[in-house]
């Protein structure tokens, strides 16, 4: 290292002068906060109630999916039991026999249950699905915003420790100003403040759905 401290009284100090390397470091320190923040007990927590809220939307939509399927067949279904129903009734009553209305029974079931598929998906549609939604917003802001509150104490964590390490490197005569922005807690700052951001997005989104679906029940 060579500098002259007439010159330059402010001196920076940085591991290598390899800028790549110096940027290759900073990531791989930033990508083991984030997987030491994942391991967080709070943090797996809020992980797993998004994943359920998740999973029970999926449930859901896949439900209505089968079900319009189901309708649909259905209604194929009956439009052609219902035309030779009453063409069974009109051959019989025609041949002077006792009319036949078994076939009634039979359309009368598919009806019913058509009619109650369509009610199964008129309650997903208004109700169920939008719930769902609504709490899978929930679940995800939350895991994003404790997430973000681990990477913010991480960083805190390690602001704290390397100026406790500085003190002890310097005398009392000795101010160093250090730019902790610039290094890895800056970093987990930065991204703290980006996951605080979609968190507080999506909080508004749940809240914009909220007042849909209140006015709707």
């Known amino acids: 290292m060579s500098f002259d401290i007439a010159q330059t009284p402010t001196l920076q100090a940085v591991a290598t002068a390899d ?20 391991q967080l007990p709070e943090v797996i927590a809020a992980a797993e109630s998004q994943a359920a809220a998740e999973e029970r939307l999926a449930r859901l ?5 089968a079900l319009n399927q189901y309708a649909m067949e259905m209604g194929q279904k009956l439009a052609g039991l219902r035309e030779a129903s009453l063409d069974g009734i009109i051959e019989s009553a025609g041949n002077g026999e006792k009319l036949d209305f ?24 208004e109700r169920l699905i939008p719930s769902a939604q609504l709490a899978q917003l929930r679940e995800e802001s939350h895991a994003l915003a404790a997430k973000a509150r681990a990477l913010e104490q991480i960083a805190q964590d390690r602001a704290e420790k390397l100026l406790g390490q500085l003190r002890d490197a310097v005398s009392e005569e000795v101010v160093l100003p250090v730019d902790m922005s610039k290094g890895v807690s800056g970093a987990l700052l930065a991204q703290a403040a ?9 909080s508004t989104n749940a809240d914009t759905l909220e007042k849909t679906v209140g006015r709707q029940l």
């Open 102 to 125: 078994k076939p009634l029974s039979e359309l009368a079931a598919l009806e019913s249950r058509n009619r109650h598929a369509s009610r199964a998906i008129e309650r997903l549609v």
């Open 194 to 202: 980006e996951l605080k951001r979609r968190a507080w997005q999506l």
């Open 19 to 38: 800028q790549r390397q110096l940027v290759e470091d900073l990531q791989e320190r930033v990508d083991a906060a984030f997987q030491q923040a994942e």
């Open 61 to 65: 939509r896949a439900a209505e999916r």
